[in-house]
């Protein structure tokens, strides 16, 4: 190699270290800023909490998300699921109220969607009644309709354990139920983790996904005498309002309980999914929902 050449070959080299260099160094900026760009990791009052992507599945939050809880109405989704993943399903078949439904209601000094002994309600309408107005009598009527036994307890029983095996089914270890509403015998609990897992699945039904995002509703039930009358529904869930992209999913409360929130949002195409156990108030339980939700989109 003559000199001219070397003297060549040797700035050439120089300048592709100097390249390296530099993509090396910007590269460490660019890194560095994606770092500080990262939003904190938000504080709830909740004691548990889980936040994931709903179309990559990805964990977004995580607070004690695998810790035991009781669930409250949160377990209604379960509830309505089991009923949405009946072979044959007829939303338009009917039920008739019975006197149990209300009993039930009134010695448990329960969440009410008001029905009337007697009247014949359709399967869609008790899924409304179910889910708006945390209708513990439509989870009855519900277990009841879909459980199979030639008693009302049997029948119960079964329901109950559908949701169970429907729990196992999606690889749930730390989900139990006792109850068709949330009202156990201290034996009924999930996490948040496992909340937020049922919802994701029950919200790949569209009739789920109509029913939870609806604000109100006015329905048309026959009554005993064959007359009609109108039933009118409002969702316990008040984030539909309040923030922007809410598409759902289910309130629930309680003594042991407390404030729950399963909750969902969808933005610029990106679905949020997840759930706050145990807030000590409406409004904390709100705020937990709203700060786990706007974390979620900036991530």
Do not use: H
């Amino acid at each position: 190699m003559n000199i001219g050449m070397k003297r060549r070959y040797r700035a050439t080299a120089t300048a592709t270290v100097a390249l390296t260099a530099g993509a090396v160094l910007a590269g460490s900026a660019f890194a560095t800023q994606a770092q500080a760009a990262a939003p904190p990791k938000p504080t709830i009052v909740a004691k548990g909490g889980f936040v994931m992507n709903n179309g990559t599945g990805k964990t977004l939050f995580t607070k004690s998300a695998d810790t035991r809880r009781s669930t409250g109405s949160t377990t209604k989704i379960m509830t309505a699921k089991v009923v949405l993943s009946q072979k044959n399903l007829n939303l338009d078949s009917k039920v008739t109220i019975q006197k149990a439904y209300s009993d039930y209601i009134v010695s448990k000094g329960a969440s009410s969607a008001r029905l009337i002994v007697g009247d014949k309600v359709t399967v869609r309408q008790l899924l409304y009644g179910l889910m708006l107005p945390s209708g513990c009598d439509a989870a009855y009527a519900l277990a009841d309709k879909f459980g199979t036994g030639t008693t009302r307890a049997a029948r119960v029983k079964s329901f109950i354990g559908k949701m169970n095996a429907t729990a196992k089914s999606l690889g749930l270890k730390n989900t139990k139920f006792d109850s068709f509403d949330g009202i156990g015998s201290g034996n009924n609990y999930s996490t948040p983790r496992d909340l937020t897992k049922i919802a994701s699945s029950a919200m790949k039904s569209s009739t789920f996904r109509a029913i939870v995002k609806t604000k109100s509703t006015k329905q048309k039930v026959t009554t005993k005498s064959g007359g009609y009358r109108y039933m009118a529904w409002s969702n316990t869930n008040k984030m539909l309002s309040t923030y922007s992209g809410a598409i759902g999913v289910k309130t629930g409360s309680g003594p042991t309980a407390k404030y729950c929130l399963v909750f969902a949002a969808t933005r610029n195409g990106k679905t949020v999914i997840g759930t706050v156990l145990t807030s000590s108030s409406e409004a904390n339980r709100t705020a937990d929902a709203k700060k786990l939700m706007d974390y979620g989109f900036k991530l």
